[in-house]
């Protein structure tokens, strides 16, 4: 039945081969919401997969510690491998390196493992290796360098070292990979709130893996814009390259 229902809304679509938009099941997030959504143009190809957040999820959020987490399903109707959930994470006073990244800001993590391994993931114990565990290094993206050590409940973190916030400039948008059991397990654009509230729009280019354990679509761009119609904030991969 799930089939048929894709194949009829690309049937519709295909009929002038514009893109369209199918959303997945909103979230509570601050006095807003939050949700999935994934691109499809009318011959079925990936255009793009992101998070929207309404206006109004940027206010009431929790302003003091512990991290929030919201974790949003993607839109039923779909399958976009290697893609399995996504968990956004607000910190009201940033995280670890505090210089760096001691601001108000959101994680928005796009996981390739199931939300039960994520949510298990402890990187301590007998935990430890398998959290830390070497990746082939075909599978590090160009460029990226390893964390010291893995966070609870999402895995090794791996930055680029070429990002401004490593040069003197403030921190308001980056992208990093995760990495848990010898595998890239998820991406990660990171963006402040007052990025956001900037209404600044935003693209940048990222590196992808010469080779992924986890096949799929892997996103050589991301973008962060708000649409004044929609009211809502997106954050986006896009110009998707399929790993096989």
Same mark, same amino acid.
């Given at each position: 039945?799930k089939?048929?229902?894709?194949?009829?809304?690309?049937? $519709?679509?295909?009929?002038?081969?514009?893109?369209f938009k199918?959303?997945?099941?909103?979230v =509570?997030?601050?006095? @807003?919401?939050?949700?999935?959504f994934?691109?499809?143009?009318?011959? @079925?190809?990936?255009?793009? /997969?992101? %998070?929207?957040?309404?206006?109004?999820a940027?206010?009431?959020?929790?302003?003091? &510690?512990?991290?929030?987490?919201?974790t /949003?399903? /993607?839109?039923s109707?779909v399958?976009?491998p290697p893609?399995?959930?996504i %968990?956004?994470? #607000?910190n009201?006073?940033?995280? *670890?390196?505090?210089?760096?990244? @001691?601001?108000?800001? $959101?994680?928005?993590?796009?996981y390739?493992?199931?939300?039960?391994?994520?949510?298990?993931?402890?990187?301590?114990?007998?935990?430890?290796?398998?959290? &830390?565990?070497?990746l082939?290094?075909?599978?590090?993206?160009?460029?990226?360098?390893p964390?010291?050590?893995? %966070?609870?409940m &999402?895995?090794w973190h #791996?930055i680029?070292?070429?990002?401004?916030?490593?040069?003197?400039?403030?921190?308001?948008?980056?992208?990093?990979?995760?990495?848990?059991?010898?595998?890239?397990?998820f991406? *990660?654009? &990171?963006v402040?709130?007052?990025?956001?509230?900037?209404k600044?729009p $935003? =693209?940048?280019?990222?590196?992808?893996? *010469?080779?992924?354990?986890n096949?799929?679509?892997?996103?050589?761009t991301?973008?962060?814009?708000?649409?004044?119609?929609?009211?809502a904030?997106?954050i986006?991969?896009k110009?998707?390259?399929k790993?096989?």
């Amino acid at each position: 039945m799930k089939e048929f229902v894709i194949f009829c809304c690309l049937l $519709f679509a295909g009929l002038n081969a514009q893109a369209f938009k199918i959303y997945g099941n909103a979230v =509570q997030i601050g006095n @807003g919401a939050g949700r999935t959504f994934v691109d499809i143009d009318g011959n @079925g190809k990936l255009i793009s /997969l992101g %998070v929207a957040l309404s206006n109004k999820a940027l206010e009431g959020l929790p302003p003091h &510690m512990p991290m929030s987490n919201f974790t /949003l399903s /993607l839109p039923s109707l779909v399958n976009v491998p290697p893609y399995n959930h996504i %968990v956004i994470n #607000w910190n009201p006073h940033g995280h *670890e390196p505090d210089p760096i990244y @001691g601001l108000p800001h $959101f994680d928005v993590h796009f996981y390739f493992i199931s939300r039960e391994v994520q949510e298990a993931i402890t990187c301590a114990g007998a935990d430890h290796a398998v959290c &830390m565990a070497a990746l082939d290094p075909k599978e590090i993206p160009p460029f990226y360098a390893p964390t010291p050590d893995g %966070v609870p409940m &999402m895995g090794w973190h #791996w930055i680029d070292p070429r990002s401004p916030e490593f040069h003197g400039k403030t921190f308001t948008a980056t992208y990093i990979y995760g990495a848990y059991n010898g595998n890239i397990s998820f991406l *990660e654009p &990171m963006v402040t709130r007052d990025f956001l509230l900037s209404k600044k729009p $935003f =693209q940048k280019n990222v590196p992808v893996p *010469e080779v992924v354990a986890n096949k799929g679509y892997y996103p050589q761009t991301y973008s962060i814009e708000h649409d004044s119609s929609k009211k809502a904030y997106f954050i986006t991969l896009k110009n998707f390259v399929k790993k096989n």
